[in-house]
């Protein structure tokens, strides 16, 4: 057998570790699995134990993406190539102890060495990220052709590891400081901002816009990419300059905003609104070009069709629900349950992940052109879309049964009618991920290569 490349020997420990995440939790949970698992696993009935598997299982999944992340830009965006090798062993190297440690810690018996050589495979992850991005520099590579896209690609990269200091930043205090503690951040501030729990400091507000930064940095970095594959600048390239341009201002002012968080938290999120909104109209310059790439029975390819759903996706589903809320906040924090605001602010963050990683995805499997491809693209195309439709609906229940006698029994009525709708659509994810996935397994084994 050949060398395994990078992508597909993160897809292939990917597979089973989104399988056993999916034992934990969904209608595999609630049939008695993790019940059962439960007595062979490091798994306590405590809140706090829940917020810290939570946490882990957060960061062992932004170790896969982030690594995925690294090996696409690696693939599409212009870099010293002579730094490519270090680069791609360290982050190989970090992600595989980072994702084995990482679960022995969380899952199998806590013990301080796992933490420890965790610790470990994230400094090593960390320092490919810094070093891809020397790479990108003008101290490495020559800025004077293509000056604003290679701006954009160093900028973009330097932003993400901003976002991604301000979590290394709390967690070192952790044990140092009293306000430093295992806690799920969304239903913290939702019942803070309900007057159920102290309030924020600084550090416990550096955790949060890590979180905010962190995802939404990712996203854009992923959109980036996305911008050199669609190769934008061959069909309008007057629309390519100003997508870079919004592309370094929105991800300078995002960043920006969320590290005020502990200091202006006040006006934080309109300094956050400023910087998503140039990264909305990169997205839009995506889209079109996307849609162009549909003509000509281009819509038949069902990765092409995904791509071009996944800019929908995030409007529709995602972004356009902040200011749905924003607008009657007062009228949600006075009569929406306490557990309908929590269930909107976890399940907002999961779908803009969900697809930020399938538009990544996506953007693998047009490397390809065989059955295994368009199985799994129409899969993903419209399981996301079924997902996606129904979390959208989960998440708003008690707008959708407004007027509701009983709001409380309304909404989690309609979440429960829900469910199934989600369930399948995750289940027709999972299967198009899992199926090439194997696909690409076997072809290794057989023949040591999938092309």
């Not at 969380?106 to 992850?125: D, E, I, Q, T």
């Not at 370094?248 to 202006?264: E, H, K, M, R």
């Not at 399948?424 to 299967?431: C, E, P, R």
């Amino acid at each position: 057998m050949k060398r395994i490349e990078p992508i597909p020997l993160l897809l292939f420990f990917a597979l089973p570790i989104l399988g056993f995440f999916g034992l934990l939790s969904g209608p595999l949970a609630e049939a008695g699995v993790k019940s059962l698992l439960a007595s062979h696993l490091s798994i306590a009935p405590t809140e706090e134990d829940f917020a810290a598997r939570a946490i882990m299982a957060y960061h062992i999944a932004a170790v896969v993406v982030m690594a995925g992340t690294l090996y696409l830009a690696v693939k599409y965006v212009e870099h010293d190539e002579r730094l490519e090798r270090p680069v791609l062993g360290l982050a190989t190297a970090g992600w595989i102890i980072s994702v084995v440690s990482g679960l022995a810690f969380a899952y199998f018996g806590r013990s301080p060495l796992a933490h420890g050589v965790w610790l470990v495979g994230l400094s090593l992850m960390f320092a490919a990220a810094v070093l891809f991005t020397y790479a990108l520099s003008p101290v490495r590579i020559n800025w004077r052709e293509k000056t604003l896209e290679k701006a954009a690609a160093f900028i973009t990269a330097v932003t993400l590891l901003g976002g991604v200091i301000m979590g290394a930043v709390y967690a070192a205090h952790l044990g140092f400081a009293e306000d430093v503690k295992i806690y799920i951040i969304e239903e913290h501030s939702t019942r803070e901002y309900r007057g159920l729990a102290p309030t924020s400091t600084p550090l416990q507000l550096l955790v949060s816009a890590h979180a905010h930064a962190a995802v939404a940095l990712w996203a854009a970095a992923v959109m980036f990419i996305g911008l050199k594959w669609a190769r934008l600048w061959e069909w309008k390239p007057r629309l390519y300059r100003w997508a870079l341009a919004f592309q370094i201002i929105g991800v300078v002012i995002t960043l920006f905003g969320t590290a005020v968080v502990p200091v202006w938290r006040p006006i934080a999120h309109q300094i956050i609104f400023g910087g998503i909104g140039p990264l909305h109209l990169v997205l839009l310059f995506l889209w079109l070009r996307l849609g162009s790439m549909l003509r000509g029975g281009g819509w038949r390819d069902p990765v092409k069709l995904g791509l071009f759903l996944v800019p929908i996706w995030m409007v529709v589903f995602v972004t356009s629900t902040g200011p749905m809320l924003a607008s009657q906040i007062k009228a949600v924090r006075a009569v929406w349950p306490l557990e309908d605001e929590i269930t909107y602010n976890v399940a907002h963050w999961h779908m803009l992940s969900f697809i930020a990683a399938s538009a990544m995805f996506f953007l693998y499997l047009t490397e390809f052109c065989n059955r295994a491809k368009y199985i799994s693209g129409w899969l993903l195309t419209l399981g996301g879309t079924v997902a996606l439709a129904g979390a959208f609906i989960y998440e708003l229940s008690p707008m959708f049964v407004k007027g509701a006698a009983d709001l409380a029994a309304a909404s989690t009525s309609l979440k429960k009618a829900v469910l199934p709708v989600i369930d399948i659509g995750l289940a027709m994810s999972f299967t198009s991920f899992a199926l090439f996935t194997l696909w690409l397994f076997y072809k290794y084994a057989t023949s040591g290569s999938p092309k």
